[in-house]
């Protein structure tokens, strides 16, 4: 099964809300990535955690505040957004993240709208 | 990250005609992709080619990595080809990097 899921599919969310946004694969994939994307820009990456510990973090601000439970779950705290942090959210899993072997495969995306 | 640059960055087709998108990268790749993203987001795996040559249906990709370019063919398109096609390239650095993009449009 090469599928990753995230929830929820929207979001609308107030600049003093907290939510979260989770992921899931059961690939057993051992690494798992963060992007963000706002409008018809690439996906950038934020965070990657790799055996469950954090490896890079792509100087992203404190309000996004990544954890990841175990090897199959992975979530994204979120905490007096602004909205310029309104966009498309997406997970990726891939086996390991340091390797010369690394295919990603992605989730469909929370849509993140920050009033 | 590496750079990557893609080409062209939009594409109008007719249905079933040919088409070719290029990327080039800055760097040497350990990992590079390809992914078509459909209207709602989701990114789909087209493919996994570091170097060589695959075919999947009416998708294939070449990538010359000493060459540091990659090659996606869409033969016979369809309207459901239609979308934003990414190429991605991860360097000694393990970060995947996408291009801008190629948006395709087919028409009926």
Known sequence: ?115 | GIQVEQSPPDLILQEGANSTLRCNFSDSVNNLQWFHQNPWGQLINLFYIPSGTKQNGRLSATTVATERYSLLYISSSQTTDSGVYFCAGESNDYKLSFGAGTTVTVRA
């Open chain 1, 1 to 115: 099964d090469t599928e990753v899921t995230q929830t929820p599919k929207h979001l609308v969310m107030g600049m003093t809300n907290k939510k979260s946004l989770k992921c899931e694969q059961h690939m057993g994939h051992r690494a798992m990535y963060w992007y963000k994307q706002k409008a018809k820009k690439p996906p950038e990456l934020m965070f990657v955690y790799s055996y469950e510990k954090l490896s890079i973090n792509e100087s992203v601000p404190s309000r996004f505040s990544p954890e990841c439970p175990n090897s199959s779950l992975l979530n994204l705290h979120l905490h007096a957004l602004q909205p310029e942090d309104s966009a498309l959210y997406l997970c990726a899993s891939s086996q390991v993240a340091i390797s010369s072997y690394n295919e990603q495969f992605f989730g469909p995306g929370t849509r993140l709208t920050v009033l």
